[in-house]
Every structure is written in C-alpha cells, then in structure tokens.
C-alpha cells in the first residue's frame, strides 16, 4: 500500500533528531517512558470504556483501542485485537491532523510552556503529524515528541493488547 510506504519513511526520518540530540533524550529517557507509557494507557483504557458507555460493537471497541500510536503499529495491533483496521487508519490519521492543528493552542491554553513537554504531549498523542508540529515549533520540542512517538510506538505493540484483554475481562466480571 502505498500510503503505508509513505508513512514508514515519515516515521524513520522522524527519529533523525534524536539521533543528533540522544544526549538530552537520554537524561530523560526515564520520564519519556513512564509518560508514554501514562499516555498509551490513558488513551487506551479512555477509548475503551468511551465504546462502553455508547454501547458500541465490539469490533468497533477493539478499532479504538490502539489509537496513540502510528499507523502501521495502529493497524497491526487493530488487527491483531479483531477489530477494524479501516476505523483504526482512519481516527488515527483524524487524531494526528486534530492534534498537529490544535495541539500547541491546546498546550499553550493549559499553561504548558516548556518546549520538551509540549514535545511529548504531541509525540505521545498526535503521532508524526504532531510530531512534525513539534519540529516546526522548536527543535527540543521535535526531539522529545520524536522520542515518544518512538517509545510509544514500542509500548502499544507489547501494552494495549494486554491491557485490552484486561479491560474486557474486567468489565465481563461486571456485567
């Protein structure tokens, strides 16, 4: 698919700027993971009880699921969760151009000031369009949102489907 193509090329040529600033990212690299990972959760367990409260299929539930990420990682894990791919590309590609044109009037609005945690905000929720935002708006902000898209990347592969599969159980036992 030639999308997918393109979209793998944007990612790899996103992580450029950690590679000339992995000195900062490394001070770093243990609150980059636990915010990623914070954010991958919030995310996921968000959507999930959000397509509970509307009572939504559960194909569409599973779709929803895996939405803070890139993707192909998106759609993989969409997959892999029985849900529908389409619905994942779709709000995932939504999410990202919301957060790339709205993202830093949000952050500003909440008084988030500092470069580097509007960069993982956008990095950990918008994907490469909040990414590529990040980079327009200051280096650090583009290196830090390159990180956590990266690590959040890592962390919905191995994470959601396992929190996923809790959450069903979860709400299972209180059904």
């Not at 990414?131 to 949102?145: C, D, L, R, S």
Request: net charge positive; charged share 5%.
């Amino acid at each position: 698919m030639p999308i997918n193509f393109f979209l793998e090329l944007a990612v790899v040529s996103l992580a450029y700027p950690i590679y000339m600033q992995f000195r900062i990212v490394k001070k770093s690299l243990l609150l980059l993971i636990s915010s990623s990972f914070t954010g991958v959760s919030v995310a996921t367990v968000g959507a999930y009880f959000l397509c509970l409260g509307f009572n939504a299929s559960p194909n569409l539930t599973a779709s929803l699921a895996a939405l803070s990420v890139t993707t192909p990682i998106s759609l993989i894990v969409t997959e892999s969760l029985n849900g529908l791919p389409a619905v994942a590309a779709i709000m995932v590609i939504l999410i990202g151009v919301f957060g790339g044109v709205f993202g830093l009037h949000i952050l500003s609005f909440l008084a988030i000031d500092k470069p580097q945690a509007k960069g993982v905000a956008l990095g950990v929720s918008c994907h490469a369009i909040g990414t590529a935002t990040a980079i327009e708006y200051h280096p650090q902000a583009g290196v830090f949102a390159s990180a956590a898209m990266t690590i959040s990347a890592l962390i919905t592969a191995f994470w959601v489907p396992i929190l996923y599969k809790w959450l069903t159980k979860f709400t299972l036992l209180f059904a």
